[in-house]
């Protein structure tokens, strides 16, 4: 019920190589791949051949058989080893038989009869080296193949397992870094901020000539999807230089003592190709503060952090060196890492506001065929705390809408579907919900649009759908606000609170009950009320002191068994009983405007049934009767509002 969701970027560089342009009617050879079966066929067809045709015409027969010919003189040119004996068949009818072979047993006599019979012989001695070498050589051979092979199969790690001390990072030459400064919008004061990295990398005498340094490091801040990576990107593009890319991740492996030598390779590869760009993003899965205590340690992860702070300390910024970072969570960095001499410069890339929303989108937009009734500002003033990467999802899913539907080009239709779908979720116009329902979610719907229309510092009403969307949302209000805030004043807390409470207030006034639907509203209200008097100080009783929320130790914060507050219970006491007061207080004055407007709460909830989804216009046609008179009224303490 009343749901707002928000919608919550290769080539290696080498300057030795050039490309090479193949000839289109130059056929080339698919690439064999090597499969351990085949290894298997080959060893087992070797193995027959070698058994059964080298071998053929050699007979084994038993010591007592070999005797009997020995007595008869049916074999010459006998060849005595240490464990066999091999010789030859006078009978030469044996065709393809001709040769024997026999175990030797201890017979002292063997060779006085052989002396007696005239019998050729001979002895031999073969060394056991070769032999024993072979016979592990062979094997740690063929274990080898195969192990090279599986650890192919398992993603090429084999390959780089004798170079874990190199580093990952994706480098990419000064003529591949296509983006520029012209690609990013929204974020102008960032893009001022990084102009001086530029004007060094391009200039250096220029700074050297006056005695001053570049700042060595550079840390962007800001939240998910407002375009770090690509503000980064966009500085390599403009200041003409390599870029060398890497997560944070990326440093820390199984391997103690791996990570630091990939941040020492990593400066070494940057220090020989200077001037040039270093970017790490996601730093806060390297650079997390370290702990000290008993549980902690000095594992691989602060090993790599203590080689990079190292590194950052130690490399002289005049090489042309600039090493940049992206994080969304600077708080949980480490302080060393922070301080000025390593990242000198933070960055802040925030949320855009109006202006950077049509920016971002007019950049997007640009390989999108737009209908020419399209109104970028519109749907910038419609997206309110969207970032790039919203807007540009935004903008994809209206060209797919459009291609879905056949149409030449995108229009505002999608656009603002692809807002819905963006800010509430999927519809889902195949769940099916029982008529009680369908009314309770009107009712309720209905409720917070007719508060909003009547107090005086709630967003307008965009849009009413009892269309249900997303996991759990049976309906929606939308509201859009006709500026960006930054700033809230407690009379406009207590609309949006007023706001929250419309649709519970509505449920009760038509059907003498309430339904599980208004839970995130109320979870929603509470969250408000509790700001106001722990954190903004707006209280009655407690005045102007901020309890703020509750914090844990600094050091093993999830060894603390059961939270401690910074006061009393006495003062816990009086909070929970002045959140209840401003929830009663507000829940009164809802039920105030509701009751006086009750026939125009049953014309929108009719409507609402009817159509399932009603807009702005419409919404005004019903509440024509309701004009700025009263929404005065509803702002003065007579008409239900008690804690002003």
């Known amino acids: 019920m009343a749901t707002r969701k928000k919608a919550t970027r290769r080539r290696r560089f080498n300057s030795s190589k050039t490309k090479k342009n193949i000839p289109s009617q130059k056929m080339i050879p698919p690439k064999a791949h090597f499969s351990i079966w085949y290894f298997l066929i080959a060893f087992l067809m070797i193995s027959f051949i070698h058994n059964y045709y080298f071998k053929r015409g050699v007979e084994n027969i038993p010591y007592s058989q070999f005797k009997q010919l020995v007595s008869a003189a049916k074999v010459n040119e006998l060849v005595i080893e240490e464990q ?6 006078v009978d030469k009818a044996k065709e393809g038989q001709n040769s024997f072979i026999t175990v030797r047993i201890d017979d002292p006599g063997l060779v006085a009869e052989l002396e007696k019979k005239g019998i050729k012989y001979s002895g031999k001695y073969e060394s056991k080296f070769i032999s024993v070498l072979l016979s592990w050589l062979i094997p740690i051979g063929i274990f080898f193949l195969i192990w090279r092979y599986l650890i192919k199969k398992m993603g090429g790690a084999g390959a780089s397992f004798m170079s874990l001390g190199k580093s990952k990072a994706k480098i990419f030459a000064e003529d591949e870094t296509k983006t520029n400064f012209d690609d990013v919008a929204g974020v102008d004061e960032a893009k001022e901020e990084l102009q001086e990295i530029i004007e060094f990398l391009k200039t250096p005498e220029k700074f050297k000539r006056l005695g001053g340094r570049i700042p060595k490091g550079v840390l962007l801040v800001g939240p998910p999807g407002t375009g770090k990576t690509l503000l980064a990107r966009a500085v390599a593009g403009e200041a003409k230089v390599p870029f060398f890319h890497m997560s944070g991740s990326d440093f820390v492996e199984m391997f103690v003592g791996v990570g630091a030598a990939r941040v020492r390779d990593l400066f070494a590869q940057a220090t020989d190709h200077a001037p040039c760009i270093i970017f790490v993003d996601e730093l806060d899965a390297l650079g997390k503060a370290r702990m000290a205590g008993p549980i902690g340690g000095n594992d691989e992860r602060e090993q790599t952090l203590n080689q990079l702070l190292v590194e950052m300390d130690g490399f002289d910024p005049n090489v042309g060196v600039v090493f940049m970072a992206a994080t969304n969570r600077p708080e949980i960095l480490d302080p060393a890492l922070l301080r000025p001499g390593r990242f000198d410069r933070h960055v802040l890339v925030d949320r855009p506001d109006a202006k950077g929303r049509e920016e971002i989108l007019q ?123 930054y700033l809230m004043t407690k009379s406009e807390l207590l609309d949006r609170l007023a706001v929250l409470l419309g649709g519970r207030v509505a449920e009760e006034l038509t059907f003498g009950e309430i339904s599980t639907g208004a839970q995130n509203d109320l979870q929603r209200a509470t969250d408000i009320a509790t700001s106001m008097v722990k954190e903004y100080g707006m209280g009655e009783k407690l005045g102007y ?100």
């Open 84 to 89: 066999i004996i091999k010789g030859k068949f």
């Open 363 to 485: 950049i997007h937009s640009q390989k999108v065929k737009m209908a020419k009734t399209v109104d970028l500002k519109v749907i910038a003033a419609r997206t309110p705390g969207f970032v790039g990467a919203d807007l540009a999802n935004i903008v994809n899913e209206a060209a797919l809408l459009s291609a879905r539907k056949g149409n030449q080009s995108v229009g505002m239709k999608e656009l603002e579907e692809a807002i819905d779908r963006a800010v509430a979720g999927l519809e889902k116009k195949q769940r099916i919900i029982s008529p009680r329902e369908r009314e309770i979610v009107a009712y309720h719907e209905s409720g917070h649009a007719m508060v909003a229309s009547c107090v005086l510092h709630a967003d307008p009403v965009h849009r009413i759908s009892i269309i249900p969307r997303g996991i759990a949302a049976l309906g929606y209000t939308l509201q859009l606000p006709t500026e960006d805030r």
């Open 545 to 644: 002191v901020t309890y703020g929320k509750d914090h844990g130790p600094a050091i093993f914060p999830m060894a603390q068994i059961s939270p401690q507050r910074p006061y009393s219970e006495e003062t816990a006491k009086e909070i929970d009983q002045e959140v209840q007061e401003i929830i009663d207080q507000t829940h009164q004055r809802v039920r105030t405007i509701l009751k006086e407007r009750k026939d125009n709460l049953e014309k929108l909830a009719r409507l609402l049934l009817e159509k399932e989804t009603v807009e702005q216009e419409e919404i005004k046609e019903i509440l024509h009767e309701t004009g700025p008179a009263d929404k005065d009224d509803a702002q003065k303490p007579d008409a239900g509002s008690t804690v002003e």
